[in-house]
């Protein structure tokens, strides 16, 4: 499913024959084992040294050997900080890099927006726009190197969505939504002017609804409509 | 439930319209509920004399309410007590009268608005009181031609056309006899009933309805000559006639002799709150979808009027299509609308689409509206108050309506795993979401935080910091005033000084926020 790794059986290697697990310690051999057993998993190095009841110095120099082997490495994942340990030959899944949108433990948020961007845009030129039409013309449009998955595509349109930024709307079979089967989910552009902010409220746009300090103002307290630096701002003219 | 900031907000209005005293008596009742005469006098340590007025004051303006009850007395004989209810809804309502008074000057005439004006000024008048009224303004006004008669038609008839239009009603019973609760005797079907409809009536909406007139009588006037409405006596028997005399008695110098029936009118409130939740409901749709909705939304919302029970009514009544269509004719701007153009807005309206046919009927959910436009409000303070990322959560919460987890959130949302928990706690401590924590032990302990938007919990939480915003915009007018009179004090003349402009815009600026904030409250409290 994703665009980083296959099936995770396709990619494991055959360790050669005269492979560096030959010379490995007893301790080291354990170490390897724990962590090439939890797969494309890996597993964090606290995990790990409790799994095996090491010593520290000792599981800190079987750490070090199997690396210098190159049989372990250590990948980044969306927990960040946390030393987290591999067999060599497995790529990360999913479940630790944080999955598609992740680029070496961060969340790709550049790349993310410049999709969300397009999609917009795409949206608004196509008036209505079905998941599968949006896909479509991302794939014909070449604007990305790497193809995305309809399932990624749907993940996006979902956060614009939440974004208020298009709507979902069902077809009716008229006008726009012509050659679009009636009862079909499609997507359009929340504002008749693409990308727009949503509609402010009455409470979000007096200082007293965005104020964090609500809840301590009071008539006659230390902040009080009278004294209240934001009211002070907003009525400078 | 009124909230704390509601009676505070509350006070505030009744303070600034009767003064100190009034205020204290609204506030006791608004805080403990209804209270006798003693009580309130203990409370509020006045004199009696100035309890007895503030509450006369009170309900002149309909924002106190008095009733009985039958209690045992020290001799076991049954004992009647008077109580006076304070109406929180009527008391906001004062806020309102300018949004009224707008409605009448463009759906009536001139004639209309100034008998409009007088009921608002004084809360409750007699036909005669309001002819009077007219007569003398006449006087003032210099108007040649207008006799003394010919005021009095006019009056007559812009009285009938308010009434007609249900912006004007007959008051209420002044002292009804509220029957004590009678739960163990009813029967099953009752009590089913109830339940049915989800809460049992409130304690103030029972005494209301024993206090309401009955429905014929509302907007009758009930006479033929007009100016005696004594022949309306016999017609509406001793029901009414006899309630009615409790207020004689403790306002009979105002309202004329004692022996002398009297028929009070005010202002409809409830017509009025339905006409602003119908153009609240346009406006919402208009923004959201385009015009051609709004002016079918109009059309089904005038041909299902008068069939609308109460103010928060869910669904509009079922139409015929060539019903609606024939409506949508009406309004200029739906000539331009074809049947099929129609039915299409009916679907957007969200209307399930039903058999085509002659006799396809639709009805608008009307509930769903408003609760779109509810959220609209509450999402737009979340995003200005905690940014894009809170905001998008929270919408996702919010349609999701069930418990959904911390990195489920990040996924769908995008939003960085390690700041996700960060907002979601943020939101969690200003009480914008409910959370609970999963701690499922096998051979570690892992522990989740589950995060939902829980609506009935938050929308009061909401309509209190906006009653608490209410409070503080008036507050802030009000000392803008001062500065302003301070400022003219301090210049002497400062025509066209700097400071005179800011404060002028200052206070336009305050004033219209009340405005739309007010639209708000009643977004939340009123729909």
Known sequence: MSRLQGPSSLKRKQPDSNSPLDSLSEQERVVYNV?????????????????????????????????????????????????????????PSKEITGGNWYLDGNLDTEFINLLKDQCVKLIYKMKVATLEGISDTIRRSGI????????????????????????????????????????????????????????????????CGVCPRISVCAPDGVISPKTCIYYEKWLDF | MVTQYGIKFAVHLITSHFGNLVSKVCDNLLRRGPLTLQLLIRFTELTPLQVKNSLLILIQHNCVQAFSTEHIGAGGNEVKVTQYLALFDNILHRLRFPKFLAIVSQELDKDCEEIFEGLIQHGRLTLEQISDRAESSAKTGGKPSSGGPAVRDAVREGFHKLLNSRFVERCPAPEPFLEPPSEPKSSNKRGAKSKLAGASETEEQRILASAAPIEALRFSLLTTSGTDLDAEKDGTGSSVGEKRKHAAVDSDEEFGSKDKEVVLWRVNFEEFIRCLRHKACMENVRARLDDGAAIVLKAVLDATRSAEQKVKTETSVPLLMNTIFEEVMKNEAGRSLTLDRVRASLIQLGCPSAMRGTDETYSIDLKKIIELAQNEEVESIVLKRYGRDAYRMFRLLSKAG???????????????????????????????????????????????????VNKPILWEHVLDEMYHAALNLNQRLIYEQEQKELYAIQQGTPTGSTEKDRLRNAKIYLHSSLVKLDDALMLFHDF
């Not at chain 1, 090491?54 to 927990?79: H, P, R, W, Y």
């Not at chain 2, 939003?415 to 943020?426: A, S």
């Open chain 2, 402 to 452: 069930q418990l959904l987890e911390t990195d489920k959130i990040a996924d769908m949302t995008f939003v960085e795993k390690k700041e996700t928990p960060n907002i979601l706690y943020k939101l969690w401590q200003d009480e914008y979401l409910h959370m609970e924590k999963l701690v499922v032990s096998s051979a570690r302990q892992f522990s989740f935080m589950l995060w939902k």
């Open chain 1, 144 to 207: 990305f190197k790497v193809e995305f998955t309809s399932q990624q595509i749907e993940e996006i349109v979902r956060a614009l969505v939440l974004d208020n930024e298009i709507v979902e709307v069902k077809s009716n079979g008229m006008e726009e939504f012509d050659c679009i089967p009636i009862g079909k989910v499609c997507y359009k552009c929340a504002s008749k002017g693409g990308k727009a902010e949503p509609r402010i409220g009455a409470m979000a746009s007096i200082p």
């Open chain 1, 35 to 91: 962590i090439k057993s939890k797969q494309d998993l890996g597993i964090w190095s606290k995990d790990l040294k409790r799994e095996t009841k090491l010593l520290d110095n000792m599981f800190g120099k079987c750490i070090k050997t199997l690396q210098s082997k190159k049989l372990i490495k250590e990948v980044a994942t969306k927990n960040k900080g946390r030393k987290h340990l591999m067999a060599a030959e497995f790529e």
